[in-house]
């Protein structure tokens, strides 16, 4: 973007007093564009460091849930064995899951030493270890497991089944806090690019100005060329014009990254919810393995002399057997309902409304206007369940109501979603304390909100209690089915 070559024939003919003033502009505009070259330079390179950085956490996650469920294999065949009375296809089994045990390990560790360092990096290292300590502990209990089945030693067999369990719920423990820990790095190193990409974004409009400066003085600068030849005057004009367009250039340039830094937290949260899925799924098949565990152990009650109290103890540990598949399937709806993914919104808020009914004592009046099909795109769908879902555990936490309303709203351009109660209502300073601290899960809801280029409202009802109103764009955000 330097000045015109054209006007050089002007300046070399009585030359003004000020000439100086277009070398300095001159150099002015090498150092902005320059300088702006390596804002931008920055900032790709920043956005490539984030993504490399998350393909290796997502690999470092697969791994680990990989350990998790091999962990479960080992665990699997001490089970199975006193039913099938296989011991040698039993242990083979365990042999084998040991191994990939072994190989998930070390690929966690050279994952995490291909990383840049970080002081959370020792505590994931030693999360790994443990976990190999514990699954060499299940595989000496199984041994011991299998030799005294073999002589017949089914109650000391037991004893080893059992802490071959607790050793698996210990790595199920270690692995998910290996998540948490890298959950919050990964929390932790957004926030540095965040913070990061502010500066520069701060640098950028310092650039616009010293921009915008130049082009001031150009424009001075052409003024005083028009008072000599029309000509240059028309020259300097095309010459700003220029300059215009490549600000606009790059400022739709900067837009456009913006936008994809914007997809990339979305691609963020929906690889959040698919791993609430995974987990849910674990939660379910890991914990009935235990319920079996239990079965089996009610079983060899049957065996002692005691037969009456062996019979009353046995029916009341089925009872806690029902109970605990009852309450895992309860949280597992609650990690990640499958009729969202399966039916759509509004069944999941039937679901929804259902389990709040039943389990606090609510009355949930749940209504929908507008066409059902197509359905959502199942990141607006998942936004607008969560908000919801949000706004139902605040009520209950906080509310202290007997009612709730659920309105949809769906509309050709937007769909609107207002949750309200009767309970005691919130005051105005606790709302704007709620707005600015993130209190009542406020932040979180119009995050998501704001991250699908919608909005979020949170107001007093003249008939007392509150309302939450949410009101996201559709925008293409259709299955098309």
Known sequence: ????????????????????????????????????????????????????????????????????????????????????????????RIQTAAAEFDKMIEAIRSSLNAMAETPQHEALRNNATEALRLKNQMVEQSRQLFDRLSHGQREQAIHNMVSMNQANSSILGLMSEFHNKIRQIRIDEFNRQTGSARWLQGFEWIVGGLMLVMIGFATLWGFRLARRATQEAVRQQRYNQELERQVALRTDELNLAFGRHGDLIRQLISAQEDERSRIARDLHDEIGQSLTSLAIGMRSLDDAQDLYAVHERSGELRRIAVHAADEVRRLARGLRPAVLDDLGLNAALERLASDCEQVHGLTVHLHAAGPVAPRLSGTLETALYRIIQEALNNIVKHAGANQVWIDLDRQPEKITAVVADDGAGIASDSLQRAHHSGRLGVSGMRERATLLGGSLEIRRRSAGGTAVQVVLPLDGGLTGG
């Open 1 to 92: 973007m330097a000045l015109s070559s054209d006007l050089a024939p002007v300046l070399s003919v009585d030359r003004p007093r000020w000439h100086r003033v277009y070398y300095m502009l001159a150099a002015f505009d090498v150092f902005t564009v320059a300088l702006s070259l390596t804002l931008n330079h920055q900032i790709v390179k920043s956005y490539s460091r984030s993504i490399d950085s998350n393909i290796g956490w997502v690999e470092v996650i697969n791994h680990a849930w990989l350990v998790s469920r091999l962990s479960a294999a080992i665990d699997a065949p001490a089970n199975n064995v006193f039913e099938s009375s296989d011991v040698a296809a039993e242990s083979a």
